[in-house]
C-alpha cells in the first residue's frame, strides 16, 4: 500500500519557520511507528512569484488537487503590496481554495489550561473550552449576484446579495452533523431565519439533513444571539454551523476567546474523493508576520496544530492527533511560551525551534 500524500507549502514570511517545526512533528511519527507520509513541497505565495511569476504555478495546483491533503503556512508581505491584485501572494491561496472548492471552513476554539488566564474572559468561562465552528466557505453573500455599486437616481448604491441554494446548505451541514459525530454530538445552526429568506432556508434544510444523523442533537440559534452565546457561555457548545458571513464574524469571536493568533489552526474541506478523503488545506488563521519573520520569534502551534487537525481529518489518526495536543498541552503546562504567549514581564521566550523540540521531545513521553 501507497503511503498517505502530504504536500508541504511553507509560504512567505514566518511560513517556512513554523512549517520547520511540522516537519520536526512529521519525522518524530514516521521514525516511531507512526504514519509515514509521502511528503512533497513546492511554493506559493510570494516566493511562488518571485520563482514563477504567479503566485500558484498551475502545476502546484495541479498537484494540490492529487494529494490527499494540502498544509499550508502563511502568504504574503509588504516586498507584494504593490503588485498588481491578480498577482498578490493572497491569490494563490484563494486559487487553491476555489479550485480545490472547499466549502466547509473548520475552526477549532480550543482553550489550553495553561493558557486561560491569556484570555480576555474570566478563566471559568474559558477553562476546558473545545468548540468547533463551521463556516461555509464557497458562497452566500461574498459570492452572490447581483453586486457592485450603481447608480441610482442621484445617488450610489452599494450592493452585495446573500444567496444559498439547498445543495450548498445540504453539504456543510453534512460536514458540520459528521464533524459532531466525531465529537460531542451536539450541532448548533445559527442564521437570521427570523429577517433573512436564506435563513429560513437554511434552517429548513440543516433540520432535512439532520434526520440522516440521529444522534446528533440539532438546536438553532439566531446569530446575533449566538454571538452574545459565545462570549457568555462558550462551553454550551460543541460544532457550530453557519453561513460565510456570520462565519466569519463568530469564528474570530470564538478564536480569540483563547488567546493568541499563534495557537489557532483551521481546515478547509471540500468534497470526499475517490479514496473517501474530503479534499483538504490545514493552515494555520496567522498570517505571515513580517513584523518578526527571520527571527525566530515565530510560535509554531498554530501550525503543528493545523497538522494535528490533518492527522484526525484527513488520515483517521484521532489517537495520534490527541497525542500532538497533549505534547503541546504539556510544553505550554511546563511553562514555555513564544514571545506572543508571554503576559508575565522578566520570563524569556522561547524561539520557534525551542518550543517545535519541545513539543516533540514532550510527543516522545507520551
Ligand atoms: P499576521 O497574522 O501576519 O500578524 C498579525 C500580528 O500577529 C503580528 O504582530 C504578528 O507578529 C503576530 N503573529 C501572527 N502569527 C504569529 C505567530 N505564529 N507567532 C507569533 N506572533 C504571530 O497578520 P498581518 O500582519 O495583518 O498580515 C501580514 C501579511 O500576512 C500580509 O501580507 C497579509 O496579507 C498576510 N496574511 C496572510 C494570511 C494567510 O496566509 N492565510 C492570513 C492573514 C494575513
Given at each position: 500500500m501507497t503511503n498517505p500524500s502530504l504536500l508541504i507549502l511553507p509560504g512567505d514570511g514566518i511560513g517556512p519557520e513554523v512549517m520547520a517545526e511540522v516537519r520536526k512533528v512529521i519525522d518524530w511519527f514516521g521514525a516511531n511507528g507512526g504514519p509515514v507520509f509521502d511528503v512533497s513541497e513546492d511554493l506559493v505565495g510570494g516566493c511562488a512569484y518571485d520563482a514563477h511569476?504567479?503566485?500558484?504555478h498551475d502545476d502546484t495546483m495541479a498537484r494540490a488537487q492529487e494529494v490527499d491533503a494540502v498544509l499550508l503556512g502563511a502568504v504574503g508581505g509588504p516586498k507584494y503590496d504593490s503588485l498588481d491584485f491578480s498577482l498578490k501572494p493572497e491569490r494563490g491561496l484563494l486559487r487553491l481554495r476555489k479550485e480545490m472548492d472547499l466549502y466547509a471552513n473548520l475552526r477549532p476554539a480550543q482553550c489550553f489550561d495553561a493558557l486561560a488566564d491569556f484570555s480576555s474572559l474570566k478563566t471559568e468561562v474559558v477553562s476546558g473550552l473545545d468548540i468547533m465552528i463551521v463556516r461555509e466557505l464557497t458562497s452566500g453573500v461574498y459570492f452572490g449576484e447581483p453586486r457592485g455599486i450603481i447608480e441610482e437616481g442621484n445617488e450610489r448604491v452599494g450592493v452585495n446579495t446573500q444567496r444559498y441554494t439547498e445543495s450548498e446548505i445540504d453539504r456543510v451541514a453534512r460536514s458540520a452533523f459528521e464533524l459532531a459525530m466525531r465529537r460531542g454530538k451536539r450541532l448548533c445552526s445559527m442564521e437570521k431565519a427570523n429577517v433573512m429568506e436564506s435563513g429560513v432556508l437554511w434552517r429548513e434544510v440543516v433540520t432535512q439533513v439532520g434526520k440522516d444523523y440521529p444522534e446528533v442533537e440539532l438546536s438553532h440559534m439566531y446569530a446575533d444571539a449566538g454571538a452574545m452565546q459565545l462570549t457568555r457561555w462558550p462551553k454550551q457548545f460543541d460544532v457550530i454551523v453557519t453561513d460565510n458571513l456570520f462565519g466569519d464574524l463568530l469564528s474570530d469571536l470564538a478564536a480569540m476567546l483563547t488567546g493568541s493568533l499563534g495557537m489557532l489552526p483551521s481546515a478547509s474541506l471540500g468534497a470526499p474523493m475517490a479514496n473517501g478523503r474530503p479534499k483538504a488545506l490545514y493552515e494555520p488563521?496567522?498570517?505571515?508576520a513580517p513584523d518578526i519573520a527571520g527571527q525566530g520569534k515565530a510560535n509554531p502551534i498554530a501550525c503543528i496544530l493545523s497538522f494535528a487537525m490533518a492527522l484526525r481529518?484527513?488520515?483517521?489518526?484521532g489517537e495520534d492527533a490527541a497525542r500532538v495536543e497533549r505534547a503541546v498541552e504539556t510544553v505550554l503546562a511546563d511553562g514555555l511560551r513564544t514571545a506572543d504567549l508571554l503576559g508575565e514581564e522578566g520570563k524569556a521566550p522561547v524561539s520557534t525551534s525551542e518550543m517545535g523540540d519541545a513539543i516533540v521531545a514532550a510527543l516522545a513521553k507520551g
Open positions: 511569476g504567479t503566485p500558484l488563521v496567522h498570517g505571515s481529518y484527513s488520515f483517521d489518526r
